[in-house]
């Protein structure tokens, strides 16, 4: 079956550093792909998709490439912020059928 | 747009009471979907509707756990008798039907959250 796999957190980082959050999926076909943030107290929200092989998604400084050939979906930043620390899921959708989502990887940055 | 409200926000009750989790989806969005976050199973889609129906709701635990949606504007999810290790925080989401999410809309809006505690 469709399923996500994420590196394992907590990811700490002082700020201003280089952020990569790995992803990885399991799907026949070619899935839409998404990273969720979820703020402390706070439902998760849509951070950015891509929807076919090749499709970089960008939003808020965040970056994640869709790669075909290596099955991932890997989250980056240039520079994070305090205010970046949150988790982060990974996700996957085929067709309409329900998002499944990766466990999660929590980021804590520290000024 | 007020997004996904949920209610209560918290909620702590005794083991074998009956809670009632409650959900207003954004005006328009034809899916619903409740789900059910623990630091054990992480995020788990309990069920989900379309346009009021029932479509999937093979990650409902028990017979325990049931969710309604009466109108397109509101749906509870029930527990009764609850139990300690139903003790979660349950979320919300809503969607726009496919032709407007393949459009670029927003997949899900997810609500707050409902953070409930059995003791």
């Known amino acids: 079956g469709n399923s996500v796999t994420q590196m394992e957190g907590p990811v700490t980082l002082s700020e201003e550093a280089f952020l990569t959050i790995n992803c990885t999926y399991t799907?026949?076909?070619?899935?839409?792909l998404f990273w969720y943030v979820q703020y402390p107290g706070e439902g998760l929200q849509l951070l950015l998709k891509?929807?076919?092989?090749?499709d970089k998604g960008s939003n808020k400084g965040f970056e994640a490439t869709y790669r075909k050939e290596t099955t991932s979906f890997h989250l980056e930043k240039g520079s994070v912020q305090v205010s970046d620390s949150a988790v982060y899921f990974c996700a996957l959708m085929k067709g309409f059928q329900k998002l499944v989502f990766g466990t999660g990887t929590r980021l804590l940055v520290s000024p | 747009d007020a997004g996904v409200i949920q209610s209560p926000r918290h909620e702590v009750t005794e083991m074998g009471q009956e809670v009632t989790l409650r959900c207003k989806p954004i005006?328009?969005?034809?899916?619903l979907f409740w789900y059910r976050q623990t630091m054990m199973r992480g995020l788990e889609l309990l069920i989900y509707f379309n346009n009021n129906v029932p479509i999937d709701d093979s990650g409902m635990p028990e017979d325990r756990f049931s969710a309604k949606m009466p109108n397109a504007s509101f749906s509870t999810l029930k527990i009764q008798p609850s139990e300690p290790r139903d003790s979660a925080v349950y979320f919300c989401?809503?969607?726009?039907?496919?032709?407007?999410?393949?459009?670029?809309?927003?997949?899900?809006?997810f609500g707050a959250g409902s953070r409930l505690t059995v003791l």
């Open positions: 799907a026949t076909g070619y899935p839409s």
């Open positions: 989401a809503s969607s726009p039907d496919w032709v407007r999410k393949t459009a670029g809309a927003n997949v899900l809006t």
């Open positions: 891509a929807t076919k092989a090749d």
């Open positions: 005006s328009g969005h034809d899916y």
